[in-house]
């Protein structure tokens, strides 16, 4: 199945924390990294009290299930030093999110795929852009629509 991975960092180095979730992802079981996007820093969503974000988005093929590939990408999330506090909209070392599995919608006490936020998120719908710019959402959505309707707000390249 093809996959995009959502792959967030605000905290311990940033940049190092994204090139090192990018190298972990390569070593999933049965899975490819088929490729990613740039990095980009973005302003935080939610509280604007804490430092800008690194985003990128990476693409896998993988033959785990959607709960299978979740699993692993908490491991990572772990092993990178993720703290799992009561902070849903605060820092983290280190956020990886299934953006889209397949062509599936799946709804769940733990998965909701497509991510729910990522319509209207700039620092998702851009890096997606850069790797999938005729991907079109399981709904029937061009993702380039998204794009357009979709402000920047400082979202920039940075490597
Ligand atoms: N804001 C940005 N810019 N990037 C993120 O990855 C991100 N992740 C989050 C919240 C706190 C919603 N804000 C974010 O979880």
């Known amino acids: 199945m093809i996959s995009f991975i959502g792959i967030g960092s605000n905290q311990s180095e940033p ?7 990018i190298k972990a992802l390569t070593t999933l ?9 740039s990095l980009y820093s973005s ?5 604007q009290d804490q430092p800008d974000y690194i985003n990128a988005v990476a693409q896998i093929d993988t033959q785990l299930s959607a709960i299978e590939l979740l699993n692993n990408l908490q491991q990572i999330e772990l092993s990178q030093g993720r703290v799992r506090k009561d902070n849903r909209w605060g820092p983290r ?10 062509n599936q919608e799946i709804n769940n006490l733990r998965l909701t795929i497509p991510h729910y936020g990522m319509k209207a998120r700039e620092f998702v719908l851009y890096p997606l852009q850069e790797i999938a710019p005729q991907l079109v959402l399981p709904d029937g959505t061009p993702l380039s629509q998204l794009v357009l309707a979709c ?4 979202l920039q390249r940075v490597k």
């Open 43 to 47: 302003s935080p969503m939610g509280p």
């Open 151 to 154: 402000d920047k707000n400082g």
């Open 15 to 21: 940049i190092k924390q994204a090139q090192q979730a």
């Open 29 to 37: 079981p049965d899975t490819t990294l088929i490729n990613c996007s």
């Open 93 to 102: 070392t280190l956020d990886l999110d299934i953006i889209l599995y397949d």
